[in-house]
């Protein structure tokens, strides 16, 4: 946990989809400080024209490699918040050469007790984890 859900334009190969889920792995360890197994990732490709993402009258430009990334997530500080809107942009406009312009990140935030990880239990309810 982090569950991290990216909403694309489709047309991007399967490889340039894993390098996106990997750059945002990267971003997700370091802003969040989390095991690296910790990994739920879901992607869902959307005709053109199915997604408009627009601005808030912010000006941003953006183009058909746009991602938007929801991340739910235990609470989690402003800096690691703020960590990880930087790392994700960096890393995505490293490794995809998606510009910081065309991502928009939503965080939702819960607690423990709202996760379970399978077999009908809540592993943090439980101690578990």
């Known amino acids: 946990m982090p569950l991290l859900r990216f909403d694309l334009i489709e ?5 340039e989809i894993q390098t996106l889920l990997d750059a945002a ?3 997700m360890l370091a802003a969040f400080k989390v095991p690296v197994r910790d990994r739920y990732q ?3 490709e959307h005709r053109r024209g199915r997604m408009i993402v627009e601005d808030t ?4 430009e ?8 929801q991340v739910v997530s235990r609470p989690r500080t402003r800096e690691q918040k703020e ?10 406009e490293r490794a995809c050469g998606i510009a910081p312009s065309d991502v928009m990140v939503s ?3 819960n607690t423990d007790e709202d ?4 077999l009908g239990r809540g592993q943090f309810l439980t101690g578990e984890l």
């Open 11 to 15: 047309g991007r190969t399967d490889g």
């Open 42 to 44: 879901i992607v869902q």
């Open 57 to 60: 009258g912010l000006g941003i």
């Open 115 to 118: 996760w379970s990880f399978g």
């Open 25 to 27: 792995h990267r971003a």
């Open 62 to 69: 953006r183009t058909d490699k746009v991602v938007v990334v």
């Open 83 to 92: 960590a990880f809107y930087r790392l994700l942009c960096e890393e995505l």
């Open 107 to 109: 965080l939702v935030e």
